[in-house]
């Protein structure tokens, strides 16, 4: 069925190039009248889903959202504009996001949703959680972040919102991804949120596996370090975790950034990658947010070799040379395993 729908709607692009107006149209002056706001904008959906290239989509995109963001000098539009504007941003490009076959048009699409900052944009960001499209997904994820807040005396929307993030980090399978739905609920600070730290953990400690059995690359180690964060950002916004929660927390980022150094150090190289030493930085952020690990720090040179790193992770995590200061903040979690 979803193939058939982006075959139709591919097929209505074609038919109707011919008859939609050149890249490069203004958006409506504020003071224009409502359908003129609404014919505008349904016209740039229609040019979005027929676009032929990225180039083209990220045109139309900064076309249509150039109504809400005038240039110095040029007229705001009005609360009833902007209400009226975004609106018909979520009817018409909802259903171009959701249908599109082109990843460009897709990404265009949902950026447009996300950057325009409105609360009338929260149905087609909740339903773009479950696109097939990974970074669709976080660019929902980072567009709900923004409107959050805003939506919450919206009692329906904003239970529907939490609910639709809850079950993307429960089910996200992309850890850059998982961690800016986590990163949007921290802004909740929501009671309901007690079972993303374990969620978290379990990633992280997967991708720490992942780790002792290969060397990860620059995005496996960015990636963890943005769960990292995104646990960091839900403590810090109060989220109290169980002791279990902590523990496997804390375990888990500490086996990742040991093993991430441990791999360098086999690897040699000159300097340590800029990758890993932004890992270990994020593991000391959480383990500090605890509040147990608050005097806790990294002691890494700058252009450190990966044997300064490893030094200064052993340090932070411990090694065969003893327990290092997180085991010593943390009594439950023990020291990483030395790889072969």
């Known amino acids: ?32 009248p409502p359908a003129a706001l609404q014919a505008y904008v349904k016209a740039q ?4 889903s027929a676009a032929a290239t990225a180039e083209d989509a990220q045109t139309l995109r900064k076309e249509t959202q150039a109504f809400l963001t005038p240039p110095r000098g040029v007229a705001a539009p009005t609360p009833v504009e902007v209400d009226a504007y975004t609106r018909s941003i979520a009817t018409e490009f909802g259903p171009v996001i959701e249908t599109s076959s082109k990843d460009y048009v897709r990404l265009n699409g949902i950026i447009l949703l996300a950057g325009i900052d409105h609360i009338n944009t929260d149905g087609v960001l909740r339903t773009a959680l479950a696109n097939e499209n990974p970074g669709v997904r976080y660019w929902a994820a980072r567009g709900l972040a923004t409107i959050l807040p805003r939506l919450r005396p919206v009692a329906g929307a904003y239970g529907r919102a939490i609910d639709a993030l809850m079950a993307g980090v429960m089910g996200e399978k992309i850890p850059l991804v998982r961690a800016e739905m986590a990163r949007a609920l921290a802004a909740t600070n929501d009671a309901s949120l007690t079972k993303v730290p374990a969620a978290l953990a379990k990633a992280l400690s997967n991708e720490a596996a992942s780790f002792a059995k290969m060397a990860p690359g620059g995005a496996e180690m960015n990636a963890a370090a943005a769960e990292m964060d995104a646990a960091t950002a839900l403590v810090k916004a109060g989220l109290v975790l169980g002791k279990a ?33 932004d890992l270990a930085k994020s593991a000391v952020e ?34 065969e040379a003893g327990a290092g200061a997180v085991e010593k903040a943390f009594a439950d979690v023990k020291v990483p395993a030395r790889l072969k």
Do not use: H, Y
């Open 45 to 48: 959906a229609a040019k979005m």
């Open 245 to 277: 929660d902590e523990t496997a927390l804390v375990q888990a980022a500490a086996d990742a950034t040991s093993f991430a150094a441990q791999q360098e150090n086999k690897a040699g190289g000159p300097l340590a990658s800029e990758a890993a030493v």
């Open 1 to 32: 069925m979803q193939a058939r729908r982006w075959w139709f709607s591919a097929a209505l692009a074609v038919c109707l190039a011919t008859a939609l107006p050149a890249l490069g149209d203004p958006p409506p002056a504020p003071g224009s």
């Open 286 to 319: 959480l383990f500090k947010a605890t509040g147990k690990g608050a005097k806790i720090s990294l002691t890494v040179p700058p252009k450190a070799t990966p044997a300064d790193l490893l030094f200064g992770v052993n340090d932070l995590t411990g090694s």
